[in-house]
């Protein structure tokens, strides 16, 4: 059983910067697609991003897309979100996920097996 940890959320005001990570357990990581998804009050879980198994495929929703950097740590079996230029309507509660299946082209929630306990992004206009 894969378990997963998200930190970095916080406060932060609009245009600023935060670093989300996501810790896993497991010794199979690198064969796993991850992705990041986010959750405002009284809306669905969206997606955000998703990477391969190695890194060498990102895919972004289009309202994050030059903004956010998704990417991964095989070594350290850990993910991470860079959020750039952050807006109040990045506000959300953000979820890592992972699977197995490594070619990262997995960008519905349903998809994904397992995920982390979530972590609060506020964005202050």
């Known amino acids: 059983q894969v378990q997963l940890v998200e930190s970095g959320g916080g406060l932060v005001q609009a245009g600023g910067s935060l670093r989300l990570s996501c810790a896993a357990s497991?010794?199979?990581?690198?064969?796993?697609?991850m992705g990041w998804f986010r959750q405002a009050p009284g809306k669905e879980r969206e997606f955000v991003a998703t990477?391969?198994?190695?890194?060498?495929?990102?895919y972004y929703a289009d309202s994050v897309k030059g903004r956010f950097t998704i990417s991964r740590d095989n070594a350290k079996n850990t993910m991470f979100l860079q959020m750039n230029s952050l807006k109040s309507e990045d506000t959300a509660v953000y979820y890592c996920?992972?699977?197995?299946?490594?070619?990262?082209?997995?960008?519905?929630?349903?998809?994904?097996?397992?995920w982390g306990q979530g972590t609060q992004v506020t964005v202050s206009s």
């Open positions: 996920a992972g699977r197995a299946g490594s070619s990262g082209r997995y960008y519905q929630k349903d998809e994904y097996n397992y």
């Open positions: 497991g010794r199979t990581f690198s064969s796993n697609a």
């Open positions: 990477i391969s198994g190695s890194g060498s495929y990102s």
